[in-house]
Structures are given as structure tokens and as C-alpha cells.
């Protein structure tokens, strides 16, 4: 006999649509349409009782019944073909339809066979150009596909608190702790950018992009700069942000404390940016 979920699903969760991630464990699949991008699906987490979104190329281990929902629900999703009736244009469109339907991944195609934006990776800058060498071929397009490279790539913020050092050993400190998180947790050492210090010596540093979703990002980082003195992490937005704060008062962290800081937070979430007003939590606040 099964036992059941534990804590209980909410009342429109089906326990037969469930699957695995990777590194987020059991989900299941919900009624609805994020209205994202095509092959985005809305999902629950049963770890963190928080609603997601999730694309089928991040579905692993999952039941027949979810098979068969990601199936229709691509084939819903499934973008019309160019109204064009040109070789190329028709070509590409197939084979990007063969893609959606093995990733949930759309790569958009117009009707000469040129790939206009891919919705579901962090695209490099060098895809909204224009082939003929005029630059970016349609500023409106370009706008959209920065707004989607923004809110679908993760990123990594630390927010530092020296109040009894100089503003420079502050900065100091904070690429150092930006530097241990990226190893750990982006794609590259870090940091991105660390900001002039306000509030006395509270200094902000973008520390990069990360592969993994937020609420992940945040539990590395804490274990990047030692578990102890944290408060649990709490999700902003369902996951779209995840947030964790160190205090010194709380409990010893022999590698913080050594470096005398009374406080840190960390930020990961999607669209988090360079403008530190745009970071949740208490950033431009005083103690």
C-alpha cells in the first residue's frame, strides 16, 4: 500500500502526474498555461509546497499519466507553421518542431530559415544580429529577446554588511565572498560587479549566471560560505526569487566572522539584474 504525500497536496494536484528533477526532486504537473513561452507547464514542488514552471527537457523519472499530459500539452503549445510556403522557411520549421516535441524547447524560425530567438537557453548577444552586417535587425525584436534572456537565466546576488570597516575593505570582502559563491554556484568565479558601498559599508555584488534554479542557488551559497548562522531561505514570487540571510548574533561562522561581517544576504532569481533596487529584501535599508 502507498502511503500517502506528505505534508497533503493541495486539492488540485493530481498525485498521478508527478515527476523528478534533477536537483529539485518530486513535482507534479498542474492544469493551466504559465503564458511564458511555448513548452512552459505549471507545476507544484512537494519540497517546498511553492508553484513553478517547468519545461520537459527538465523532466526526469515521471509516471505514464504525466507522459501523456507533456505529449498533448506540447502538441497544444506547438507554434503554427510560417506562412510561407519556401523550402528553407518550412524546412526549419520542422526540424524545430521536432525539437519542441524531444526538449519543450521552441526555437522560433521565419519563413528564409533564420533562427529568431530560442526561449528556452541564455542566447549569446551574437544571435540578434543582423546576417547582412546592419546590427540588430528589428529593435523591438531585440528588446523582447533581452527581456527573455533576463527573466529565463537565474542569477546570483550577495548583499555584505561591515559597518566597523572602510568602505574599500568592504568591497574587498564582498569579491572575496562573491568569488567562493560563483565557484560553486554560476558559471563563472564571479563577480559580475560589485557596487560603491551605501548605508556606511553595505555593498552589493552581482556575482553571476547560474545553471540551477534559485531556490538550489541559494542552499550552494550558503554552503559555500558555511551553514552556520543562517536563517532559513524563503522563496519571494512562488521561485522566481529566493532569499537567505546571515546574522553574526545567531550563531558562530568561524569563516564569516573572521572576515568581520555582521551580515549577508543572498539573492538568486530570475531577472535579478545590475539596479540593486530591484533585489528583494532589505538592500537599501539600514540596520
Known sequence: MISPAHPPL???VDPDLW??????????????????FPGRMDAYSAERGIRTRVSKGEIGDCSEQTRYFVRGFLSGNEP?????DSEPGSSAWSDAVVR??????????????????????????????DPAGGGVADAEAGELQTWVREWETARVALVV?????????????????AERVGR????????VEVGQPVSFTRVYALVGVTGHRPWVAVQTAMTALGRRGWAPATAVEGEQYVTAEFRAERELNRGLDALGISAVEIHAGYGLGHDPSRTPGNWQQGD
Do not use: I
Not at 503554427?80 to 510561407?84: G, R, V
Not at 533564420?114 to 544580429?129: L, M
Open 10 to 12: 493541495p486539492p488540485d
Open 184 to 191: 560553486r554556484t554560476c558559471d563563472g568565479s564571479g563577480p
Open 100 to 129: 519542441f516535441r524531444d526538449t519543450g524547447y521552441w526555437v522560433d524560425v521565419d519563413a528564409n530559415a533564420d533562427v529568431a530567438g530560442d526561449h528556452g537557453t541564455d542566447r549569446s548577444e551574437a544571435t540578434d544580429a
Open 19 to 36: 515527476f523528478d528533477t534533477e536537483q529539485c526532486g518530486r513535482h507534479y504537473l498542474v492544469d493551466g498555461n504559465p503564458h511564458t
Open 161 to 177: 554588511d561591515m559597518p566597523n570597516s572602510n568602505a574599500d575593505h568592504a568591497r574587498k570582502v564582498a569579491t572575496t565572498l
Open 80 to 84: 503554427a507553421p510560417p506562412q510561407s
